[in-house]
């Protein structure tokens, strides 16, 4: 693998990065934003502001690199990621070098730098990825388990498959939205009992699903297989996801086939795509896998994340409560076995796939990854600040998950990742 520079503990900025933002130098998420008077742009982030990387095509900064001008003046980040992997990292050198405080070349210009930066605060952020196929895992053991147990045999609550593959389920790409945007409680069947006849209604138990996501490039041709040693060169980067689910809906609707209109109605993802490149020095051993797995996801070196994640409810006109403090490191399945089991019977994957994790939940309460852990299926409400309870989610509540990795005072951060409820509509 060739040197990711960017990534060095040493460097500082000559633009301002207050202590514990997310976007210190050796982050550099890559983003599409939009100010009223411009079309969308490819964007980094940098402290509280963001570097516009088609001004800096424009003023020739970024000579020598495949992109043109036509690939930085996107509503997307899928034309720069169609140059591939080693193409995006010398990008992200190149923007790195040219923000670094020993380095004249932009620092110096003042109507260049004028032109380049923007505050995060008054721009518009675009969902960055024009998402082709989404598929969601299932591969946190303390999330299935916690679900077995709720609704099957305790002493059963791992189904047979759960530990020789990563379970999954293809989903819907249509109704992913940026971070910011309302999401409408589901009208839906739902039926308590399973005896009676079904209701329809809004539903009763909204929820979200604290998880992560990771964006492929162009995977191999259609048949081919991408190996578990291959896998990260097919990754870009990760966002933070909340996968907004309907418990109701989805008890009365998922057998036999799985999830359906309990998922599809709306996912949220974080606006900064933070690349596979800036989270290298976060790498951690995964758990033991236990019973072996088959030959095709086993897997060398380090491939979990230390990744710090969040997730706080605010009701409307209150302040918040964190109801979730979980870490990425929990998830049993790794991404390179994820994407080799995804592939291992021919699937191919394309650029601007996103892959989810499946909801992320630790091993002790106050780590579980939705309400229905939480709140153990309604029969243990969180008390909030401000004096009221939750089971599920109310309208009016903004979820915001947040993530992090941090290590010797660097904080590689995703930003948020968050959405108000809307009352269903009529
Ligand atoms: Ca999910």
Not at 135 to 149: I, K, L
Not at 191 to 204: I, L, R, V, W
Not at 353 to 362: E, F, K, L, R, Y
């Amino acid at each position: 693998m060739s040197e990711i520079k960017a990534n060095d503990p040493m460097l500082r900025s000559w633009v301002h990065v207050p202590e514990g933002s997310d976007f210190p130098i050796q982050n550099l998420p890559f983003g599409i934003f939009r100010t009223e008077s411009q079309f969308p742009h490819v964007c980094c982030a940098i402290g509280e502001q963001l570097i516009d990387l088609k001004a800096l095509h424009v003023m020739g900064y970024l000579e020598n690199l495949p992109f043109t001008l036509e690939d930085m003046v996107s509503p997307t980040l899928n034309r720069c990621m169609r140059h591939g992997k080693q193409a995006m990292r010398d990008l992200r050198n190149r923007v790195s070098k040219l923000l670094r405080s020993d380095q004249p070349d932009l620092r110096d210009k003042e109507h260049h730098v004028r032109q380049v930066l923007f505050r995060q605060d008054e721009v518009q952020m675009l969902l960055p990825i024009a998402i082709g196929d989404y598929t969601d895992f299932y591969s946190s053991e303390d999330h299935a388990r916690n679900v077995g147990t709720m609704f099957r045999d305790p002493a059963k609550a791992l189904l047979p498959n759960w530990k020789h593959l990563p379970v999954g389920y293809h989903g819907r790409s249509s109704s992913i939205v940026i971070s910011g945007t309302p999401v409408h409680r589901p009208m839906g069947q739902m039926n308590a009992s399973d005896e009676t006849m079904p209701t329809f209604g809004p539903t009763k138990q909204l929820d979200f699903e604290l998880e992560m996501a990771f964006i492929t490039f162009d995977g191999k041709p259609l048949g081919q297989r991408i190996s578990t040693a291959e896998a990260d060169d097919y990754i870009f980067g990760m966002l933070l996801f909340n996968d907004w689910s309907a418990r109701d809906i989805q008890r009365w609707e998922y057998v036999p086939l799985g999830p359906f209109l309990a998922k599809n109605f709306a996912s949220t993802v974080s606006p900064w795509l933070v690349t596979l490149d800036a989270l290298e020095p976060f790498r951690v051993p995964g758990p033991t896998q236990e019973p072996e797995v088959l030959p095709y996801l086993k897997y060398q070196g380090m491939k979990n994340f230390d990744i710090h994640l969040q997730v706080a409810i605010q009701p409307e006109h209150a302040v918040e409560t964190v109801v979730s403090n979980s870490n990425y490191r929990h998830m049993y399945w790794n991404m390179t076995q994820q994407l080799a089991h995804h592939t291992v019977n021919g699937c191919n994957i394309r650029c601007g796939d996103m892959m989810a994790s499946g909801t992320i939940s630790g091993p002790h309460e106050g780590s579980f990854g939705s309400m229905l852990e939480i709140a153990w299926k309604g029969t243990k409400p969180v008390i909030m600040n401000d004096g009221s309870q939750r089971t599920f989610i109310q309208d009016g509540d903004t979820v915001s998950i947040r993530g992090y990795a941090e290590m010797n005072g660097i904080r590689i951060g995703f930003g948020e990742c968050s959405g108000r409820v809307l009352p269903a509509l009529p």
